[in-house]
Structures are given as structure tokens and as C-alpha cells.
Antibody, heavy 116, light 113 residues
Framework: EVQLGESGGGLIQPGGSLRLSCAAS????????MTWVRQAPGKGLESVSV???????FYAASVRGRFTISRDNSRNTLYLQMDSLRAEDTAVYFC??????????WGQGTPVTVSS | DVVMTQSPLSLSVTLGQPASISCGSS???????????LTWFQQRPGQSPRRLIT???YRDSGVPDRFSGSGSGTDFTLKISRVEAEDVGIYYC??????????FGPGTTVEIK
């Protein structure tokens, strides 16, 4: 059974940095395409970043240059390094597995609040 | 970038009655591999999204057969044949044809009348 568990969210001041983690079981974060999706309070879903099994990375325009997706094979963990945070980055962040151009497994999400 | 739309944005349905949600895309979602990568998710209150249907009409394992998907090109539909209380939530369509960054529709809130 695939399980994804996010952590690392919290309250951070504008301009600050935060690193989110997603511990995986039942799948290898290195062998799969993985993605981070966020949901602002009361809003819809926004795809933020994707990492291919090859290691290639992609970002939404709204976070490009500020966020970095990465993974650790030994820990079987996906990461999202978020720098220069803005109020509009406030959201619940989900990690998820990509399969056949869709998303088939989601974590429970970790909340990030950017506020002074 | 592909823009996804949904209508209606809110739906109030009597238990046991059908419901229908439309999803549109600004570009055709037909991929040159022959597939159309349109996915439907359900998000119940306080929960993560759950995939219901992939590639327009293929139900995921465990999804009740009262859920069905149809469509092609730029126009798609999710139908619930008889709404049950557990179907309350927000439904999102998502395109996976023009990625690596997926695009979601704005969501349709389904409530019981």
C-alpha cells in the first residue's frame, strides 16, 4: 500500500524559508514521478512542482526560482525547499505520485502559513 | 498554458437524484499517443483529494459505478447517477496531456438539498 506523509509545515514570516518533507512507503520516490500540489485556504488545487524519475525538475511560474524540489533515495523522501516565501504561498501542501499522466496517490498534506 | 473551466461551480442535489458536472479545456486534451489525459478527483471535507476517474472514463478501483466520465477533445462530463450523502464534497477535473505541470479546474462543490 502506498503511503505518503508530509511534514515540515508551519508559520513563517514573509521572506523566510521552509523545507517540506514527504516520507514515502510502498513506492520509491526515485523510481516514480512525484509532485507537490498546494491548496490555498478555501481555494482550488495548484500544481507547484514535478520531479521525474530521471531527476528532471519542473516548476509552476508562480514559484519558479524560489522553490526547489528534490529527493533522497536512502530516506525514500521527497522534499520541497521554499525560499523567499510570500503571503500568497500560504496553503496546504500535498505530495503525490504521478502515474500515466495523472495523480494516483496523495499524502494528507502539511499546512504552511506565511504571515508576519 | 492550458486553462481548465468547470460548471456549475456549485450544485445542490436531492438524495437519489442524478448530478452532472462539466469540464472544459482551452486546448484539446487528445494526446498524440492516442489517449486523452483527463482525470476527475473528489475531495471530501477535510480530506485529501481522491482520484475517481482517469483518462476520461476509467474508474479507479473501489469507485462506485454510479460515477461515470465521458467526453473528448475539450469538453468532458462527470455524472453521478444517484447522489448519496457520502458524495458531498468538491470535484475537480485535471488535465495531464499538456504537462509536466498539471492544470486543475476551479472545482465544483456538491451539496445535498
Amino acid at each position: 500500500e502506498v503511503q505518503l506523509g508530509e511534514s515540515g509545515g508551519g508559520l513563517i514570516q514573509p521572506g523566510g524559508s521552509l523545507r517540506l518533507s514527504c516520507a514515502a512507503s510502498g513506492l520509491s520516490v526515485t523510481s516514480n514521478y512525484m509532485t507537490w500540489v498546494r491548496q490555498a485556504p478555501g481555494k482550488g488545487l495548484e500544481s507547484v512542482s514535478v520531479i521525474y524519475s530521471s531527476g528532471a525538475t519542473f516548476y509552476a511560474a508562480s514559484v519558479r526560482g524560489r522553490f526547489t524540489i528534490s529527493r533522497d533515495n536512502s530516506r525514500n523522501t521527497l522534499y520541497l525547499q521554499m525560499d523567499s516565501l510570500r503571503a500568497e504561498d500560504t496553503a496546504v501542501y500535498f505530495c503525490a505520485r504521478v502515474a500515466y499522466s495523472s495523480i494516483d496517490s496523495w499524502g494528507q498534506g502539511t499546512p504552511v502559513t506565511v504571515s508576519s | 498554458d492550458v486553462v481548465m473551466t468547470q460548471s456549475p461551480l456549485s450544485l445542490s442535489v436531492t438524495l437519489g437524484q442524478p448530478a452532472s458536472i462539466s469540464c472544459g479545456s482551452s486546448q484539446s486534451l487528445a494526446h498524440n499517443d492516442g489517449n486523452t489525459y483527463l482525470t476527475w478527483f473528489q475531495q471530501r471535507p477535510g480530506q485529501s483529494p481522491r482520484r475517481l476517474i482517469t483518462k476520461v472514463s476509467y474508474r479507479d478501483s473501489g469507485v462506485p459505478d454510479r460515477f461515470s466520465g465521458s467526453g473528448s477533445g475539450t469538453d468532458f462530463t462527470l455524472k453521478i447517477s444517484r447522489v448519496e450523502a457520502e458524495d458531498v464534497g468538491i470535484y475537480y477535473c485535471m488535465q495531464g496531456t499538456h504537462w509536466p505541470i498539471f492544470t486543475f479546474g476551479p472545482g465544483t462543490t456538491v451539496e445535498i438539498k
